[in-house]
């Protein structure tokens, strides 16, 4: 196994362990560049790969109270039901758009970690339920296209909208990235099945394990360390992974 494999693993554990979000982000890059997938198979392994390390998240933190089942019903449903459509509606353009739409997402989800933390900013003083689950269908609609489990968008959003704390909506989105996750999977993992593409078992469940390892290490230090600082630390490599991703889908857009 690829040592750089075996790192990218941990960070992915340690990132949603203690950010809640940016697994998928670190994952596909993995897979494109460094195992060799295609664009569709990695986006279909980094949909299992997050999806099963945010499950063992959301079990440490099952008997701490922080995740809201309130939320998870009003915002992480409508996310599923997106997710189901963005995945869906991706076997219409081909992998390298995809993967071009990732990459400004990335720099994007960049440029939300470098700026102020939202522990900041101010909720908004009413939010509907209603206007909840349209953010929820709209953040699962990217996750299914993109193959990302969207904690850089879910986590303000409950923050800001569903009025959580910060501690309650980190916790809350890795219990959304899981639904929205395995969704997108099975939905993708039929459409494999029908082009006669295999997963890539060993690979997927090796970054399983141990970026599991990750997640159970990030819960744990998730209130000791500075998450202003780790966001920063992380959105500056999203920069220089968001632009090489950037550059060389649209130079394969080019060629084509």
Do not use: C
């Not at 060993?202 to 970054?207: A, D, E, G, I, Y």
């Amino acid at each position: 196994m690829n040592v750089l494999v075996i790192i990218g693993a941990v960070i992915i554990g340690l990132s949603l362990g203690l950010l809640g979000s940016g697994g998928s982000i670190i994952t596909m890059p993995l897979l494109l560049y460094v195992v060799g997938e295609t664009e569709k198979l990695a986006i279909a392994e980094s949909l299992l790969i997050v999806g099963s390390i945010a499950t063992v998240g959301s079990l440490l933190l099952a008997k701490s109270k922080l995740i809201n089942l309130r939320y998870i019903l009003w915002f992480g449903l409508p996310s599923m039901m997106g997710t189901y459509i963005g995945a869906w509606s991706a076997q219409f353009v081909t992998g390298v758009v995809q993967v071009l739409t990732f990459s400004i997402v990335m720099l994007l989800s960049s440029r939300m970690m470098l700026k102020s933390p939202i522990a900041n900013m101010e909720p908004k003083p009413s939010s509907s339920l209603v206007g909840v689950s349209a953010v929820g269908v709209a953040v699962g609609i990217l996750a299914g296209f993109v193959g990302v489990g969207g904690g850089f968008l879910i986590v303000p959003a409950l923050f800001l909208l569903a009025r959580l704390t910060l501690q309650q909506a980190t916790a809350t989105s890795l219990v959304i990235i899981a639904l929205q996750s395995f969704t997108g999977f099975f939905k993708y993992a039929y459409l494999l099945d029908q082009a006669q593409i295999a997963i890539n078992w060993p690979v997927v469940l090796t970054m399983i394990v141990i970026g599991s390892g990750g997640v159970i290490v990030g819960s744990k230090l998730s209130r000791s360390l500075p998450q202003k600082r780790i966001k920063q630390v992380f959105g500056i490599m999203l920069i220089g992974l968001g632009l090489f991703m950037l550059v060389h889908s649209l130079y394969q857009l080019w060629q084509a």
